[in-house]
């Protein structure tokens, strides 16, 4: 059944700050939806508009931005995935990304927030992840991955978790954050010397990494930052994407996840009449969640193995394990601004953070993923978040989805990766450029080869995911 054909939900008589709030939402939203349904076409996604802005927020910010200061490497991040995913070139900012980046990176490893900040996991993951999509010898020659490994070796646990920074709080995200990087920039496995996490020669950074991540499911089924606390949809990914880097999803999440749990919390946070994604239970729709909840579900469609594929087998079995076309029409309907950029949900201002992920879940949407069993031939560890293949953009059409949503030209995103959150094909490069330099990194070597109004918006947008 699709959302689309819901009746609005049980209400009880007890009014509260939220519930007004929700159905304020809703009515904002059935305004919008009801347009589209009366025109029986999808508002076309305004590219040129949405280029616009985020130019803008490559460029020279107001003062008000001193407020997000910390987050310098990701609001490139942002921007630069947001323009792929538009149709924009990003290699012409290569010599303004790296010149920006350059200064942020510590002598003792890792990338800050800003300029005299100390290294942080999610700055790290959001400056890297920047260099690799602007690309070249320049900007990947940057990234000293021996300092890296040695200061990501501080950040291990002895429970088997990262924290975000040395002495900081630890949580999924540091992960997941640590584990991109070292898979993408092939940094060694064993522990330096000093680590936390380091208990007698051999260890890894992998020891107790996939029980740690277990142990952040929650009595309702989704997953929290750190074990004991609220399930939260961008920790739900994080935990999945990290469990994906490593290894096959079927197994990985099958034996470190309760499968049905996970599936019925990750169901109930799609909304109707909305269509959008909510991060938690009991609030409001979100478009950032398109990807933080949204981009689970080719990971979770893998495990039980809806989106795996046998070598040779390029027809996978399909599942619709979430209303892909009520979150199209969420996207398209509801989080676009009319003057550039896109946002949370109507009434909101846009700014890069949900340009980015709202787009991305778009893209989520409009593709299908699947793993290929054995069709990464590298049997090296972490090799699996590979093994990953995207098809061309669907029809959605299926005699099982009761209004199917073509993607026509004017709507379509390209595939974005389903575990690195990078521009398909970047992961692969990357790691193939990276792939002949691990004992140089063991041994210290460094190789150079191989707007005002949406401030306050951004702020609230980060202090929500905790990245400031």
Known sequence: MSLNSMTDP???????????????????????????????A???????????????????LPSGFVTVD????????????????????????????VSTLAPMQNPSGGFGGGHGQMSHCAASYASILSLLMVGGKEALGLIDRHSLWEWLGQLKQPDG???????????????????????????????PAGSPGKSQDGDTFLKGLPDYLSRCQ???????????????????????????????????????????????????????PEGGFAGRTNKLVDG????????????????????????????????????????????????????????????????????????????????????????????SPLSAAFGWTGSEATTLSDPTIEHPVPVETDHHVPLIHPVFVLPWGVAERTRSYFESGLTSVQSGSTLTHSTEDSIVELASSLQRLDLI
């Open 10 to 40: 049980i209400r009880d008589q007890l009014e509260t700050d939220t519930s007004q709030a929700q159905n304020e939402t809703a009515r904002l939203c059935q305004e919008l939806l009801a347009t589209e349904a009366s025109t029986k």
């Open 42 to 60: 999808l508002p076309p996604l305004q590219r040129e508009k949405h280029i616009a802005f985020l130019k803008n927020s490559m460029g020279p």
């Open 70 to 97: 910390a987050s310098r490497p990701w609001i490139l991040y942002w921007s630069l995935t947001a323009m792929y995913l538009l149709g924009e070139d990003t290699t012409p900012y290569h010599e303004r990304v």
């Open 161 to 191: 978790g990262f924290t975000l920074c040395v002495g900081g709080e630890e949580d999924v995200r540091g992960a997941y954050c640590a584990m991109v990087m070292i898979a993408l920039l092939r940094l060694p496995l064993e522990l």
């Open 218 to 272: 929650t009595y309702e089924g989704g997953i929290s930052g750190a074990p004991g606390t609220e399930a939260h949809g961008a920790y739900a990914y994080c935990a999945l994407a990290c469990l994906c880097i490593l290894g096959d999803p079927r197994e990985m999440l099958n034996k470190y996840m309760d499968m049905p749990r996970l599936v019925s919390w990750l169901a109930a946070r799609q909304s109707t």
């Open 288 to 379: 950032c969640y398109s990807h933080w909840v949204g981009g689970c579900w080719p990971l979770v469609e893998a495990a039980l193995e809806g989106g795996v594929a046998a070598k040779g087998n390029s027809t996978p079995k399909r599942l619709n394990l979430y209303d892909r076309e009520a979150l199209i029409r969420y996207i398209l309907c509801c989080c676009q601004d009319q003057r550039g950029g896109l946002r949370d949900k109507p009434g909101k201002r846009p700014d890069a953070y949900h340009s980015c992920y709202v787009l991305a879940g778009l893209s989520s949407a409009q593709h299908r993923y699947w793993y290929h069993q054995n069709a990464n031939d590298d049997p």
